[in-house]
């Protein structure tokens, strides 16, 4: 699902900055774990671009959908409003097990103007696909994003 578009207007602003993911998965391969613990990439699908330059923009369109947060911008494009919070997030995993579990785990922080930070670490729960269909599987890796998106749109 796309996500809504809410009015943030009066919302604060932040910028989300480049979000780290583990090397293996920057690319635009859409990776699982199969049942012998081995990388696979779904076959005949990917992602559009890497997954470290789209996770930034689907992070500051689900923020914003949550009505908590007035994205400025994010990367790769500069951060113009110096005053903005920054948002960093550091992804742990971002992929699906053998057994099917959508394993999305990110740390984030959110730097303040005053240079005071907020931070936490999102874990996904109860989020599983069943290792066939990929739509189904990217649609619950967005599910997991969104999640991630409000608890620091929350923060904020």
């Not at 240079?115 to 599983?128: F, M, P, Q, V």
């Not at 619950?140 to 749109?153: C, H, P, T, V, W």
Request: proline letters at 4%.
């Amino acid at each position: 699902d796309v996500a809504a578009l809410v009015d943030v207007a009066d919302k604060p602003e932040c910028y989300i900055s480049r979000v780290e993911v583990p090397g293996f998965l920057d690319g635009t391969h859409i990776y699982y774990r199969s049942a012998n613990g081995a990388l696979e990439s779904a076959a005949g699908a990917r992602w559009a671009e890497a997954v470290s330059v789209a996770l930034p923009r689907a992070i500051g369109t689900h923020m914003q959908a949550t009505g908590f947060a007035q994205v400025h911008a994010y990367y790769p494009w500069p951060n113009n409003t110096r005053d903005a919070p920054k948002v960093s997030v550091q992804f742990e995993r971002f992929s699906a097990n053998a057994a099917g579990q959508v394993e999305v785990i990110a740390l984030w922080q959110i730097e303040m103007k005053s240079g005071s930070k907020r931070e936490g670490r999102y874990i996904a729960t109860d989020l599983s696909w069943d290792g066939v269909e990929v739509a189904d599987y990217v649609a619950k890796l967005n599910a997991a994003l969104a999640g991630l998106a409000a608890e620091i749109a929350q923060k904020l």
